[in-house]
């Protein structure tokens, strides 16, 4: 079980919610360290695109993965995942290591060794945790629980602009589609799938900015 000490934020929610860029405000604001599960889901990824395993074959991950060396260090503030000590945060975020990591993470053999690091690292320090299964699974007994929310449409439009603003060709139907492909995997896996913790308050920022999402959380961690 958890071994809690420090005070602990639980953010879940799906794909394009605003998880990582309203927990890491929170974090600064309260001094807390930011904790992108997500990241470790995605640096397993890249491990096991790197040894060649195709996405479909749950045996060859659940056989390997145990192999990974996955930690984090924090620099300048950022978290940076090590991969067998190699700094990989520039492969995390692309589309080959998100859907590898879809497919991944659905293996019990990788959640389990990624919540052991996961809980560590809140055993140590205050955290901002954002993730699929942090209030459910990983921190049963956070202080604050959030479920952050929004509508598919709105997620789409988010990314697509993100994607433009870096030069990037982008197509909004076929993102909302993989939006909603990726929320049907991530809800309906059978290990630790998304879902709300009874006791998690329930934020859609479909209507919302940023600074009103954050300033609510910080209400509720006073
Ligand atoms: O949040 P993200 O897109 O970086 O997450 C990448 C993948 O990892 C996504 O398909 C869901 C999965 N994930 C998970 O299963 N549990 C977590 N706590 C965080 C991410």
Redesign the pocket.
């Known amino acids: 079980m958890q071994g809690k000490t420090g005070y602990s934020v639980a953010i ?1 929610g799906p ?2 919610a605003g ?2 860029t309203i927990a890491k405000k929170i974090a600064k604001m309260k001094g807390y360290i930011y904790v ?7 640096a397993m ?1 890249v491990y096991l695109l790197r040894n060649g395993v195709a996405p479909e074959d749950t045996n060859r991950i659940s056989e390997i993965c145990e192999a990974a060396d996955i930690s984090i260090a924090y620099r300048d503030g950022e978290q940076v995942v090590l991969l067998d000590g190699e700094n990989v945060n520039a492969f ?2 692309t589309e080959e ?2 859907n590898m ?6 293996v019990p053999a990788v ?1 389990e060794k ?2 052991e690091l ?1 809980r560590k690292l809140a055993a140590k320090a205050d955290v901002v ?6 209030g459910t ?2 921190l049963p007994d956070a202080d604050v629980k959030i479920y952050l929310t929004a509508s598919s449409a709105t997620r789409a439009k988010r990314r697509y602009l993100e994607l433009r603003e870096k030069g990037e060709e982008a197509e909004l139907a076929r993102i909302e589609q993989d939006i909603v492909d ?1 929320d049907e ?2 809800m309906h ?1 059978e290990h ?1 799938p ?1 879902r709300q913790a009874a006791d998690a308050i329930l934020l859609d920022s479909s209507d919302m900015t940023i600074d009103e999402v954050v300033e609510r959380i910080a209400e509720l961690c006073r």
């Open positions: 879940d794909a394009g998880k990582s992108d599960t997500g990241a470790m889901y995605r990824a995390l975020r290591a998100g990591a879809s497919f991944s993470s659905a959640r990624l919540v996961q945790m954002d993730g699929r299964d942090i699974v990983v990726r995997r991530d896996r630790s998304l």
